[in-house]
């Protein structure tokens, strides 16, 4: 799906899509008319396939909605606020100032507003993540190029106000900064100034669409729906030319013909594995000839050590496409194919339609810029970790090599030689829990989504017991994989909360390993029954029998199970 | 001219996504619902948009009738 970035044809296309049933309840609050803003939003999260909700504070409200308790805004409830100040109007309230020495330290004053906005709405009881927008950096030419020099000049005030923003938003959970320079730079006419003297719109109304388009890509990600996959062509799209008849000597990278855009590329696609974003190659081609390249070519930036699954054959890209999803076990959604070839990309665009395929320029020179415009890999969470997984799935590669070999599971789990640690969540292990919530969707079993204060909270909770569990094999540490939290309740009675596990480590007896250990813990609190929910999503599928398989009996409401601690029999696993 | 009329109503209808618009040189604001001041500003947009023209400030002040718009417009275009 291209971006809309018209708000006319952003109103079409949303007016078509009628029943989304995922829920998001979205403030805006701004200091101009935000009407289209509201409006276009709310279309792109249709768009996006959305049920959204969208409050949209009185004309010029910010402090007031956010001070007043009884307001709309937490009535409202939103999972999400968005803060949209217009640079026109900071303009404005600088003017107003009237000596230089206040107007040196306008932008304390600005800051400080916005700190005191994020603790307002936590005060008064709202966790909504808060996206705030960054000030354009509108300069209004009064000292020209010694602006910098000028403490009390209005545009080094804007560039200090949004260094503030930027360092408050290091320390300050949950809250975003959206950067609307950014996304202004590529709109040619973003503001229509008629309709801002005439009708106070600071910004023309495609404009909106676009920056709309940007926040529902956030918003996607905040709600766990990102992409982890990058697949490549290779003949035209990784390199110019074709391996297959023009050899590695001719091939364009780097210093020859145009191979500095394909480089371009490369440098990005590297930067991404680096971020946790696994790449993939999908090709057709002999797979010794198109390797040649990532062993031999000295220009090359990607080599096979960058990439977690190689496809070169001549079978259907659609087909291959298939099966790098199932050796990564991730949704198709969660997948962007790049290819130079318009029938490839139309043929996997037809038989996997939740795979992102962008419509790639002729011009490789316009690849990168094209690419990098469409925001595809916006995440809304990033822990070290993230960088090693392409070593993981190399290994995986490595075990389902193996697991040819064996032909007795047993024997399998066995020769992996696996150590596990179960242990209560820990400090350092809070930005990898919260991520594991925010991101797993398949073994998943109330999808529950928390953030790290969320989890910091569950620590402390006399009410919660809590289980992050790591583990390693012979080929290699997969880090923390799984994550428990349980509720109890008044009634001697557990509640299963949330029960999540990296899908790379399914069939080794994670789950086993760990009721073992709940349900001894249990039994020393004298508690009597733990009591499981399975929530059906549509991508959960993977445990809807797994309370049964822990031995766990149905009870007489759907999806509600229950096991009697004191009939628990250990299970048999291979984990020391 | 009549091209002009033609194009202008489909195009409020698509605006105010309302199809039962009709205008006439006398037509304003009053006569449909949809026709608010925040309509009128995305209105005004699409009009340039469509035809391809810029209108001033004061101009869009300045009308008080759809007959007025397609005077504008045609002005404009020329």
Known sequence: MEPILSFRTLQKEAKKIDSN????????????????????????????????QIYESDYDQIDITIIDAASGLYDFDPEVVVIFESALKLKDKFYAVDDNQH??????????????????????????????????LLDDH???????????????????????????????????????????????????????????????????????????????????????????????????????????????IGALGIGKAFSKLQKWAKELKERGIILAICSKNTEEVAKEP????????????????????????????????????????????????????????????????????????????????????????????????????????????L??????????????????????FKEKDVPRIAQLTQRSNQFNLRTQRYTENDIKEFMTSEAHLTYAVKLKDKFGDYGLISVIILEKKADNSIFVDTWIMSCRVLKRGVEYYAINTIAS???????????????????????????????????????????????FKPFKHYIS | MNDVHNELTSLFREVLENDDIVLTNETTANDIDEWDSINHIYLVVEIEKHFGIKFTSAQILEWKNVGEMLEAIKEKKQ
């Not at chain 1, 008319?33 to 276009?40: D, E, G, L, N, P």
């Not at chain 1, 795979?355 to 969470?381: H, I």
């Open chain 1, 21 to 52: 049933t995922k829920e998001i309840r979205v403030a805006v609050l701004g200091n101009h008319t935000t009407t289209f803003f509201s409006k276009a939003l709310k279309n792109q999260l249709t768009v996006a396939g959305f049920d959204a």
């Open chain 1, 294 to 401: 990532f062993e031999k070519h000295s220009e090359m930036v990607l080599r096979l050590k960058d990439i977690s699954v190689f496809v070169a054959n001549w079978k259907n890209k659609a087909d291959n496409i298939r099966y790098i999803q199932e050796v990564l076990n991730i949704g198709f959604d969660a997948m962007v194919f790049i290819d130079d070839n318009p029938a490839e990309r139309d043929i996997v665009r037809q038989s996997l339609p939740e795979v992102t395929v962008p419509e790639l320029p002729e011009d490789p020179a316009l690849y990168l810029p094209y690419l990098t415009s469409l925001n595809l890999f916006d995440t809304a969470s990033y822990s070290d970790n993230d960088k090693d997984r392409t070593a993981q799935y190399q290994q995986e590669a490595e075990r389902k090599k």
């Open chain 1, 403 to 424: 697991i040819s070999s064996v032909t007795n599971m047993d024997d399998y789990l066995k020769s992996l030689k696996m150590e596990g640690v179960i242990e209560s």
């Open chain 1, 142 to 252: 009064v000292y020209g190029n010694l602006f910098s020099k000028i403490p009390h000049s209005f545009y080094k005030q804007v560039w200090k106000i949004n260094t503030d923003i930027l360092n408050l938003s290091e320390v300050e959970q949950d809250f975003y900064v959206f950067d609307i320079n950014k996304y202004l730079q590529g709109i040619s006419d973003y503001r229509d100034w008629p309709a801002f003297i005439n009708s106070d719109l600071h910004y023309s109304i495609d404009t909106f669409a676009v920056l709309t388009y940007h926040i529902t890509q956030f918003i996607k990600a905040l709600k766990g729906s990102f992409k982890k996959c990058l697949i490549l062509d290779l003949d035209n799209t990784t390199w110019g030319g074709i391996i297959g008849d023009d050899g590695i000597e001719n091939i364009q």
């Open chain 1, 103 to 136: 107007r040196a330290q306008f932008y304390t004053e600005v800051s400080d507003a916005v700190r005191n906005r994020i603790s307002l709405i936590r005060a008064n009881n709202s966790q909504a993540k808060i996206i705030y927008f960054t000030y354009e």
């Open chain 1, 521 to 567: 813990d249990a039994a020393g609190m004298d508690a009597e029954i733990i009591v499981g929910e399975y929530l059906e999503t549509p991508k959960n599928k993977l445990v809807a029998d797994l309370l049964e398989k822990l031995s766990f009996g149905t009870t007489k409401t759907d999806h509600i199970y229950q096991l009697n601690i004191s009939n």
